[in-house]
Structures are given as C-alpha cells and as structure tokens.
C-alpha cells in the first residue's frame, strides 16, 4: 500500500495537498481496487489513479484544471486501461 509521501512522488502536483485528504483519498481508492481481482504488479497503480482522480475533482483540485467541464480528469485514460487489464483476467504480459 502505497503512503501519501509515495503518493506526492508519483503525483507531484499533489504536493500542496494536505496529508490527511491524500490519506484519506488512497484509502478509498484501494477499497475500490481489491487485491483480490486487481493483479499485484499494477495494484498499486491503479490505486494513485483512483486517488488522483477524486483528488482531481475535488474541491482541493478543482482549481488546478486537471478535469474539464463534464468531469473527466487527466488520469481517466490511464485508469481506464488498467481496468481494462483487469476485466480481461488481469494479465500484465
């Protein structure tokens, strides 16, 4: 599980957020990723996605036009592929 400092290192345009919201925000986002589908080499991945698209939309990132106007945010695509990888059995190879 990846801590809020690996998190800034990966997502440097989270730096000014605070530790606590970044926490939080990884915290939901592997509940949302369960290592029990999602394959251990892009588990952790997956899970800085999710939390940099929630941080992106909220209140915090809204001002840093990492989303546009119908929601979606810099990190969807890359998500995206991700669950594809998943949903496709999970294979990185």
Do not use: C, H
């Amino acid at each position: 599980m990846v801590d809020p400092s690996a998190f800034i290192e990966n997502y440097p345009e989270f730096t000014n957020a605070p530790t606590d919201l970044i926490q939080n925000e990884l915290n939901n986002a592997y509940a949302l990723t369960p290592a029990s589908l999602w394959p251990s080499a892009i588990i952790d991945q997956g899970a800085q996605l999710r939390a940099a698209q929630a941080l992106a939309l909220s209140p915090f990132g809204r001002g840093m036009a990492l989303a546009n106007e119908e929601g979606k945010t810099v990190y969807d695509a890359r998500l995206d592929r991700l669950v594809a990888i998943v949903a496709a059995g999970g294979s990185t190879t």
